[in-house]
Structure formats: C-alpha cells, structure tokens
C-alpha cells in the first residue's frame, strides 16, 4: 500500500511497518554527491596522469585505455557498483541516508542494482534529467524509469533497518537468537495473547501494548535495543522461536 509520502508494506507475520518514500528532492542531493565525487575522482585521475611523464608509445596507449575504463565506470558502473555493494546505498544515499529496496521491502540483489542503473543514462534525456524527473513526478512512489524495470523504491534509512530485522527474523525461524525459553509460562502467555488479539485493537493501542510488552519481557531476556527496534516484530520472533523449541 502506497500514500504520497509512504510506502506501508506487511512482514511475513502481518506486521504493518511504514517506510517514508525517498522525495525528489532528497534523492537530487544524493545524485548531486554522487555526481561531485565522480566528478572529483575524474578530475584527481586526470592530473595524476597529466603530471607524469609517459617515455614509451606503447604505455601511453594503455594509459588511454585505463582512462576509457575508468570513464565508463565512473559514468555507468558506479551505480550498480556500489548499491550491489552497499546493500543499496551509494556514496551519496549513504550521506543522505536513503537506501534503495524491492518493493516487497527485501533488500536489493546484483541483478536488481545493475537493472535499475541501466535506464539511468535514458532518464538523462534530452537533458538535466528531464525524463527521470517527468516519471518520478507522475507515480506516488517517486519511481524513475530504472526503479520500474526492476522493481524497487527508494526509502529513507532508519525505518528500512527496522524492516530488515523483520525480514531476517522471519528467514531464520527456531533460531535461538532471543533465549526466548527463559521466559516464565505468565509473561509467554503475555505474547501469546496480544498477538492472537491484536488485530482487534485499535492502532494506537496497539502499539502501546505492543511496546509495554515488548519492554517486560526483553528484560527477562536481557535483548539489546536493536533486536526489539520493532516491538511486534520482536514478539513474534519469541512466539516463532518459542514454539519452535516446543516441536524439537
């Protein structure tokens, strides 16, 4: 589900989390840093080169062929170089903090950040990236032409790192990550019965029971902050870890 400014998509346990949608102009900010260190690494390169003295013919052809190379990666490779990389960031979306992910919310794979970096030169045209910014102005999701062939979205960082815990959770069931077997019978029952219940409540209540139980019992089981960011999606894996200790 999509608002003008959010991207809602559900966990593998139906949970709803929000992701802000990267805007226009946030995403320009990140191109523009990206497009200075290119720029920058070019220009250091060329300098470099220029300050050398080349004695012999044959070197000097393979001076130009590196330099073709390096232009080519710097205008197309760098992209999908570094979102394959970085899990979907570039230099400039790691600054900004905006991330590229699927649709579903899953992480970006090779394939993903080579596809969507393909049609980038074709939002340049005619020029200052008229057709990129056309297409992102005409969906909600603020999708160039490069996001729809592989199906992706750009998102602020924050929440996609909540997001991402809840997709590893859901991929690794049984896995004792949480000690969920110290809980007592009383506080397990706790989970139990708020998450058979939940979708009973109202939003805000919800949340507020969601976060006072998920308080209560991370401190029976000591769990750092960054596993219970999500306060469902980490009642959910002590139910899925619970029970899956039960069926061994």
Request: aromatic share 10%.
């Amino acid at each position: 589900m999509t608002s003008f400014d959010k991207l809602t998509i559900e966990t593998p346990e139906q949970t709803a989390l929000e992701l802000p949608l990267a805007g226009i102009g946030s995403r320009f900010l990140a191109l523009a840093v990206d497009y200075l260190i290119q720029f920058i690494a070019l220009m250091a390169l060329i300098i470099l080169l220029m300050s050398v003295t080349i004695p012999w013919p044959w070197l000097a052809q393979w001076v130009e062929v590196l330099l073709i190379f390096v232009f080519f990666f710097l205008s197309q490779a760098y992209f999908a170089f570094f979102e394959a990389l970085w899990n979907g960031q570039s230099p400039g979306k790691r600054y900004t903090r905006l991330r590229v992910i699927k649709e579903d919310g899953r992480p970006v794979s090779v394939a993903d950040a080579v596809a969507r970096n393909l049609l980038r030169i074709v939002d340049w045209l005619p020029g200052i990236y008229a057709v990129g910014i056309v297409t992102m102005l005409l969906n909600r999701q603020n999708k160039r032409l490069g996001d729809y062939v592989a199906g992706t979205v750009v998102v602020h960082e924050k929440p996609f790192e909540e997001m991402q815990l809840a997709w590893e959770l859901a991929e690794r069931p049984g896995a004792p990550l949480f000690h969920a077997s110290r809980l007592s019978p009383d506080e397990f029952a706790l989970v139990e019965t708020f998450l058979q219940r939940r979708s009973h409540l109202s939003d805000d209540v919800r949340r507020d029971m969601a976060r006072q139980i998920a308080d209560r019992v991370a401190g029976t089981l000591g769990t750092p902050p960054a596993l219970r960011a999500v306060p469902e999606v980490f009642l959910e894996g002590i139910a899925r870890e619970r029970r899956g200790a039960h069926r061994r």
